[in-house]
T-cell receptor
Framework: KAGVTQTPRYLIKTRGQQVTLSCSPI?????VSWYQQTPGQGLQFLFE???????NKGNFPGRFSGRQFSNSRSEMNVSTLELGDSALYLC??????????????FGPGTRLTVT | QQQVKQSPQSLIVQKGGISIINCAYE??????FPWYQQFPGKGPALLIA?????SEKKEGRFTISFNKSAKQFSLHIMDSQPGDSATYFC?????????????FGTGTRLTIIP
């Protein structure tokens, strides 16, 4: 079974621009979560989607948004980029999403650099 | 507020030795505790996980010990190998319906020396 895939793997953007990152979960996985990883703040939860609905959101400004499609693929968008948004953005998928913890499986991440 | 505290920040262990990483949590509602391994340039990989109804879980060379009363859990890597050199993260989650949010520790960079 193919793992979680994320595109693009690397991205360089300028302050003020916006960016869209894509995630394809493991086949059959219905829950998709997004995390931001930085050296200073570590791994922080952004949001989680299940059946095209955002079920949970972390403490990030409204510039960070996402969506999930009917095939469980997900995108996240960051508008008006700031230098501090430079990070590794990780997508994780989970098979059930019904409260039974069976683990989240991470993709390789998208490395976003804001200049 | 850091809900999951992880120590040490870095660890150097001789090949064949035991690596021990500790985590402590504050929120007693957490009921699922996974450990992740991350190599440079890769995403975190699920290593092993435990629920608080057991005190220990072992998978190969990896063991989680869990102390519910102390709100602490730890990862033990037996017979540590150079290939185990990576960053390890503990995490915690409240596994009720509608919540797949993982709260991570700050990570431990493990180096296994020959």
């Amino acid at each position: 079974k193919a793992g979680v895939t994320q595109t693009p793997r690397y991205l360089i953007k300028t302050r003020g621009q916006q960016v869209t990152l894509s995630c394809s979960p493991i086949s059959g996985h219905r829950s998709v979560s997004w995390y931001q990883q930085t050296p200073g703040q570590g791994l922080q939860f952004l949001f989680e989607y299940f059946s095209e609905t955002q079920r949970n959101k972390g403490n990030f400004p409204g510039r960070f948004s996402g969506r999930q499609f009917s095939n469980s693929r997900s995108e996240m968008n960051v508008s008006t980029l700031e230098l501090g948004d430079s990070a590794l953005y990780l997508c994780a998928s989970s098979p059930l999403g019904d409260g039974t913890p069976v683990g989240q499986y991470f993709g390789p991440g998208t490395r976003l650099t804001v200049t | 507020q850091q809900q999951v505290k992880q120590s040490p920040q870095s660890l150097i262990v001789q090949k064949g030795g035991i690596s021990i990483i500790n985590c402590a949590y504050e929120n007693t509602a957490f009921d699922y505790f996974p450990w992740y391994q991350q190599f440079p340039g890769k995403g975190p990989a699920l290593l092993i996980a435990i629920r608080p109804d057991v005190s220990e879980k072992k998978e190969g060379r990896f063991t989680i010990s869990f102390n519910k009363s102390a709100k602490q859990f730890s990862l033990h890597i037996m017979d540590s190998q150079p290939g185990d050199s990576a960053t390890y993260f503990c995490a915690a989650m409240i596994s009720n319906f509608g919540n797949e949010k993982l709260t991570f520790g700050t990570g431990t960079r493990l180096t296994i020396i020959p």
